[in-house]
């Protein structure tokens, strides 16, 4: 006959021998019990750190192009300096042109002054002094030669120098000083100004 304490321990041991339902158990350390190293599943593994992306190295340079392009650059600065020295060139003869022609017109102002009298007083109608005063008149008008200075003109101090200050009416609407006689006519090549007009001037009223 089997004793009720015998048939309650052979209970409770089929009970904790019986598994509990969803309990699993996975051992996480690093060191099994016995002291031996646990190693790691393959997804868990250790990787080595990935190596920074390096950019695509350039391509060298052709040592022929960049001589190339160098030798580009030397003739565009010798055709850049040569269009500069031209310019210069050009201005400067323009220029001593002007100062050779200014200074010839000057040596023959009186000249020129002596045949614009002989033209205002009727003396160049005809004959060979008359020819003579064309001919030299048209060779300086060539060299671009000009006569100014005409009455009813607005005084300029830049070009006229007045000689005298007269009382004469103006023309009406005058508001400005003004031209009424030319005693010597000026010359001028282009914007320069060889000898002023010389005149006499008159004030509005």
């Known amino acids: 006959m089997t004793s009720p304490n015998s048939d309650a321990g052979a209970g409770r041991s089929s009970e904790e021998e019986r598994p509990t339902p969803g309990f699993t158990f996975a051992n996480k ?15 868990e593994a250790e990787q080595p750190p ?35 020295y031209r310019k210069r060139v050009e201005r400067d003869r323009t220029l001593a042109r002007d100062l050779t022609v200014a200074s010839m ?24 002094f008359a020819s003579i005063a064309e001919k030299l008149e048209a060779i300086l008008a060539r060299y671009g030669v ?14 006229h ?13 005058t508001d400005t000083t003004t031209v009424v006689g030319v005693l010597q006519p000026g010359y001028r090549i282009g914007e320069r100004v060889i000898r002023p007009a010389r005149v006499s001037v008159a004030d509005p009223q």
């Open 146 to 159: 000009e006569r100014y200075g005409e009455p009813g003109t607005a005084f300029d101090p830049e070009v």
């Open 105 to 128: 017109v000057e040596s023959l102002l009186p000249v020129l002054d002596d045949i614009h009298l002989a033209r205002q007083h009727g003396d160049l109608e005809s004959g060979p």
């Open 50 to 84: 990935a190596e920074p992306e390096q950019p695509p190295a350039e391509p060298a340079a052709d040592p022929n192009e960049l001589l190339a392009a160098e030798r580009l650059r030397d003739l565009q600065r010798l055709q850049a300096e040569y269009a500069n």
């Open 161 to 173: 120098d007045a000689l005298m200050h007269v009382e004469e009416e103006l023309a009406e609407g």
């Open 29 to 43: 350390r690093k060191i099994s019990p016995d002291g031996t190293p646990v190693a790691k599943p393959a997804d």
